[in-house]
């Protein structure tokens, strides 16, 4: 304070001329500044203050947005997961399970971030959040870090932060692109503000089947990405340390627990990367830990070959359409693919096991085929 004290009387004490500079550049200074606080608050790209009043909601930046939609929006069950659950619909998960939903698709989310929304859903909803459908990645459970920490203070119900919101890049960026969208209104951005596929990535024209599958392996294969690398201390500390504690703290929450399925690619790309059995165990550990919750409900689906092996429900190595989000909640509710016993979890591996080494060579054969391509 004694350092801005002795500028400001510095300025004072100056010639006429350089005050008056001084004086138009802070005040012109002053001007935008507010202005741009002023235009973040009306605009509120994120609903920190209210719903859009000028504009549609739009569902596409998850991290963000999650507090609105956890603390205002009316359901009863909560979908959580990473981009594996951006193409189940609303109105496919409400009549399946009777309820009110809502989904919150993180693509490339972490368990730390999913724990996060858990955290703000159960805090704001209490006893009207009955039932959680968790959709269960092994490769989120080895990653590190989260996503939300540049929005933390929009978690919390004080004000005392708002304004990393008012001046931040990511709010004037957001704050551009949905007056563009309300501006110049583009075909691939409708499914953005359409609350029934909130968060989906999937549109008209996507393509779907063998060939945009390995594409997608090519170009993982060249760049040698795995979706995320076997880390076993992440893991422990993930899975025992964070979402562990999520189930035992809340027995009165139903969670149905689900492991999405994956083309079967995804497991022969990590055998490729030698991290295959690591994955498979890792699997193995989690369901086994997972059926000693009573509130706890696991479904498998990555030991389904009717799944795994169709090339037509796939966009890549992982991502499925809706149609196999519908049917992958059929057999949710009907409890077709539920396991109930350490048995059924070691015959699952086995059946994973017996699928990636099938699947195998014809992998092999199609990565050659289409390298060309």
């Not at 048995?343 to 017996?354: D, F, G, H, S, T």
Request: proline letters at 3%.
């Amino acid at each position: 304070m004694k350092k801005i004290y002795a500028f400001l009387k510095k300025i004072y004490q100056a010639e006429t001329s350089y005050r008056r500079w001084a004086v138009f550049t802070v005040s012109v200074s002053g001007v935008i500044v507010i202005g741009a606080a002023l235009t973040a608050f009306v605009v509120d790209p994120h609903y920190r203050y209210r719903k859009p009043f000028f504009y549609d909601m739009v569902y596409y930046e998850v991290y963000a947005t999650a507090p609105h939609i956890l603390k205002h929006q009316e359901y009863d069950l909560l979908m959580l997961g990473t981009s594996m659950t951006r193409n189940f619909f609303l109105e496919d998960i409400n009549s399946a399970f009777k309820c009110n939903s809502v989904k919150l698709a993180a693509s490339g989310g972490t368990t730390t971030d999913l724990c996060k929304f858990f955290d703000v859903a159960r805090k704001s909803k209490k006893e009207k959040l009955k039932r959680v459908v968790w959709s269960l990645d092994i490769y989120p459970l080895n990653k590190k870090g989260d996503h939300f920490s540049d929005f933390d203070f929009m978690y919390r119900d004080d004000h005392k932060e708002d304004y990393r919101y008012l001046f931040s890049r990511q709010t004037f960026s957001s704050m551009i692109y949905l007056i563009k969208r309300k501006t110049r209104p583009k075909r691939h951005r409708a499914h953005q503000s359409d609350r029934n596929r909130m968060f989906a990535t999937e549109y008209a024209g996507k393509p779907y089947g063998l060939l945009p599958v390995i594409k997608d392996a090519l170009h993982n294969e060249r760049s040698h990405h795995t979706q995320t690398p076997y880390d076993a201390e992440m893991h422990q500390k993930n899975f025992y340390q964070h979402l562990l504690p999520v189930f035992d703290k809340n027995p009165d929450i139903h969670f149905t627990v689900y492991l999405p399925p994956y083309h079967i690619y995804t497991y022969c790309q990590s055998e490729k990367f030698g991290e295959a059995d690591a994955l498979i165990r890792q699997r193995t550990e989690v369901m086994l830990e997972l059926l000693k919750r009573k509130n706890v409900e696991l479904h498998d689906f990555q030991a389904a070959a009717e799944y795994v092996e169709y090339h037509d429900y796939f966009s890549d190595v992982q991502h499925f359409s809706n149609i196999a989000a519908r049917k992958l909640l059929q057999d949710l509710v009907s409890g077709r693919r539920k396991l109930v016993s350490a048995e059924q979890v070691r015959a699952n591996e086995q059946k994973l096991r017996q699928l990636l080494q099938k699947n195998m060579p014809e992998y092999t054969r199609n990565i050659k085929k289409y390298k060309g391509h």
